[in-house]
């Protein structure tokens, strides 16, 4: 397949695995990679610039192939300003092919000198946004592309509430940069779907998650198979309003918890607990799906097995395919 994104990462298939928190990690970004598709390595598994050098090195000792470095960059006590400035200098020092942005835009929250800085490397920047006019200011700040993401998506959609079918066509008219389209892509008609919107390629996150590299517990995959679009959650809107976001989990105890604490006024001090990412890398390792918030996107409810990356990357390649060729017999062509 030959697209813009394909051509701007030197990459086969253009579909991308979206950033994971303590999922995304070597051997599933290589697994992604290594099948012609974009591997994600997210800087947030790590506690140091070395840990993700490290990482990083690991990852080429099992592709050759381009992967993508997820920096989410939100207020954290975890990762600091500072650790996320240095994570996006290690990835300029070892060349990362692409470094994907979630939150807020590199010139404002890390600073102006960095988008420069990955230029002078040859680096590739991408920022994942929720509205037309963050990639409008995407664009006018230099980064080389845009994953466009609707509200259907797992993790922390934007508070407007928008579905990709909207986002797609309205950023791709709107913006001269290569568009990725996420929230709610799973497979080939999918794809086929994103591409007739005047999408360059799509991400995925909860797909990427439902496969056997991912190595999560096998009563996460026997619930990702089990659960419809109808069992997420979207919560924490009055915690996240500052930054205009909200965040869209798998609808469990913990969940409404959540909703309950929020609903009473309740304050960070007593949320905390709940939404802690500690509680979640617990819950992908040891299988109670009702003790943390897990961030699942509705594409939960398009699942119905757990392939290897291998297997679903050819699949989804075959399957838009045939679903473009069906649509043009419509045509008549
Ligand atoms: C398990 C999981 C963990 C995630 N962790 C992160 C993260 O650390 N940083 C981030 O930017 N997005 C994160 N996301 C959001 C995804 O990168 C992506 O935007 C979203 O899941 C796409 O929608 P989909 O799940 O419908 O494919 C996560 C998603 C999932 C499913």
Redesign the pocket.
């Known amino acids: 397949m030959k697209t813009r994104i394909t051509e701007l990462f030197g990459i086969k298939y253009p579909i991308q695995?979206?950033?994971?928190?303590?999922?995304?990690k070597p051997e599933l970004s290589a697994a992604i990679s290594n099948t012609g598709a974009m591997g994600?390595l997210?800087s947030?598994n790590y506690n140091t610039a070395d840990e993700l050098r490290e990482a990083i090195d690991q990852t080429r000792t099992l592709t050759h192939n381009p992967f993508i470095v997820?920096i989410?960059t939100m207020p954290s006590i975890r990762l600091p300003l500072g650790l996320l400035q240095d994570f996006f200098r290690v990835c300029c020092e070892k060349r990362v092919t692409a470094i994907?942005i979630?939150?807020a835009p590199v010139d404002s929250f890390l600073g102006k000198e960095f988008i420069p800085l990955a230029k002078d490397a040859g680096v590739k920047v991408l920022h994942?946004v929720g509205t037309v006019r963050h990639a409008v200011h995407a664009e006018k700040v230099g980064y080389d592309a845009i994953?466009i993401?609707g509200f259907?998506?797992?993790?922390?959609p934007h508070k407007d509430n928008v579905s990709t079918m909207v986002l797609v066509p309205k950023v791709r008219e709107t913006v001269s940069i290569p568009v990725m389209a996420?929230?709610?892509?799973?497979d080939g008609k999918s794809l086929a779907a994103a591409l007739a919107l005047g999408a360059d390629g799509v991400?995925?996150?909860?797909?990427?998650?439902a496969t056997k590299e991912s190595g999560i517990h096998p009563n996460i995959y026997k619930v990702l198979v089990e659960k419809t679009e109808a069992d997420t959650s979207l919560q924490l809107q009055t915690l996240l309003a500052g930054f205009g976001l909200q965040v869209r989990a798998l609808r469990n105890e913990i969940m409404r918890k959540v909703e309950q604490v929020e609903n009473s006024g309740g304050d960070l001090g007593e949320l905390l607990p709940l939404i802690s990412g500690e509680r979640?890398r617990q819950v992908?390792k040891e299988g109670n799906a009702e003790e943390a918030m897990?961030?699942?996107?509705?594409?939960?409810g398009r699942i119905n097995d757990i392939p290897t990356v291998a297997e679903l990357v050819s699949r989804m390649v075959a399957d838009a395919r045939s679903a473009l060729e069906s649509s043009l017999k419509m045509f008549g062509g």
């Open positions: 695995c979206g950033g994971m928190l303590w999922i995304a994600n997210t947030g997820n989410t994907e979630a939150g994942k994953t993401a259907e998506e797992g993790g922390f996420a929230g709610g892509m799973a991400m995925m996150a909860t797909r990427f998650l979640a992908w897990l961030t699942i996107g509705q594409s939960v």
